[in-house]
């Protein structure tokens, strides 16, 4: 039976779409999966450098591919989570070696199962967010830009002006251009009509 679940969870590890690896304390990745080669490894793979081996160091050469600082998740996860003893996610956003951005949910699981390698060890997930990501931001730009009324709002009682927050007087029409995405065409409505032009009233009672 154990046999058969090791194969299984070999299968499961390799199969996922998940980008997975385990570390060690020092931060060396000791296995990943497919996914982890497509993505993260083989870009650096070719450079002949160790640094791909680390996984700090890994992602800290992705957040530089633009010249930014090192991700601060990278310096938080060196001096505040080994060892290993507690579960921890992080959303994160990286520039990848093709100049893209790219987010990732990074979900880090201790491993207790028994001492691998002789090292304490985690089970790194990384989860591909950047729809969800772009998603958000699409609806925080929407938000920002839908500009709402509230509150009580100064009107005159004659000419129905209102005034605004530096007390200036402007139309109806004006104050809403301002504050939102509103436009206006203009009609006359059928009380106007009868006070206005009253030879026309008989035209409007025909249509009740």
């Known amino acids: 039976m154990r046999h058969m679940t090791s194969d299984l969870e070999s299968l499961s590890f390799q199969s996922t779409n998940h980008q997975l690896i385990i570390i060690d304390q020092h931060w060396i990745i000791r296995s990943c999966n497919r996914a982890w080669k ?7 793979s070719h450079s002949g450098s ?13 957040t530089a591919q633009r010249g930014v600082p090192p991700a601060k998740f990278a310096q938080h996860l060196r ?7 507690h579960a921890h996610t992080y959303d994160i956003s990286v520039t990848t070696p093709y100049n893209e951005e790219k987010w990732f949910r990074v979900e880090l699981t201790p491993l207790h199962d028994g001492p691998l390698f002789g090292d304490n ?14 998603t958000e931001q699409q609806l ?3 938000l920002t830009e839908a500009r709402t009324l509230h509150g009580l709002l100064p ?13 200036e007087w402007s139309s109806v029409e004006n104050y809403l251009e301002k504050r939102t995405s509103a436009e ?12 206005l032009y009253p030879k026309y009233s008989n035209i409007l009672d025909k249509r009740h």
């Not at 160790?50 to 992705?62: D, I, P, T, V």
């Not at 001096?79 to 003893?85: G, M, Y």
């Not at 206006?184 to 006070?195: L, N, V």
């Open 155 to 167: 009107i005159c009682a004659v000419c129905k002006h209102i005034k605004d927050e530096s007390d």
């Open 121 to 134: 060890l985690a089970l790194i997930a990384h989860t591909d967010i950047t729809e969800q990501k772009r």
């Open 184 to 195: 206006f065409t203009h009609d006359i409505c059928p009380e106007c009509i009868r006070r």
């Open 50 to 62: 160790s640094r791909h081996n680390h996984y700090l160091h890994l992602m800290e050469a992705w």
């Open 38 to 44: 497509r993505g993260f490894y083989k870009p650096f």
């Open 79 to 85: 001096h505040n989570v080994v060892p290993f003893k």
């Open 140 to 142: 925080r730009q929407a």
